[in-house]
């Protein structure tokens, strides 16, 4: 069949769609699901390279309907959850923390910032280098020219500094 046999075939659709939308909604139980399944139908002919030969256009647009419909369901049938899914997701617990929380977490951050702020600078230098930057004591004892020794010291030192500007135990 060429375009204008898939013409025919749409306008045919056009002037018999209450007849065919009655015939399908009683097949299918929804009248909703049956226009739904025949606007798709008239989609799906207009789209098509090539149309087999239609002797009997009723039959042949009912059963594309009832393909689409049968498709329609089965994508609706893989969305829909159980009930025991949904319990499972709505129990998932809220991995952001509660707003005293991040207050908390806030004023403890400016509280080390302060404390930071008030350590000798070659100290604060050691401990960002060890801690922020992953630097082995070696790299920074080469850097500053300083024993690895003292590193290690400076960074004890920084810790329990930090440790008791933070309001918390030393080491």
Known sequence: MGEKDKLSLLQYLARRHAALLDRLSRRLGSTARAADALQDTWLRVGQVATLPEVRDPD????????NVAADQSRREQRRRLEPLE?????????ATPAPDAVLEGRAELARLQEALAAMPARRRRILTAARLEGLPHAEIAA???????T????????LDHCSVYLERKPR
Not at 86 to 94: G, Q, S, T
Not at 151 to 157: G, N
């Open 151 to 158: 590193v290690a010291y400076e960074i004890e030192r920084a």
């Open 86 to 94: 949904i319990e499972a997701l709505l129990a998932i617990p809220d």
């Open 59 to 66: 039959a042949f647009l009912l059963q594309v309907a009832a």
């Open 143 to 149: 850097r500053l020219g300083i024993s690895v020794r």
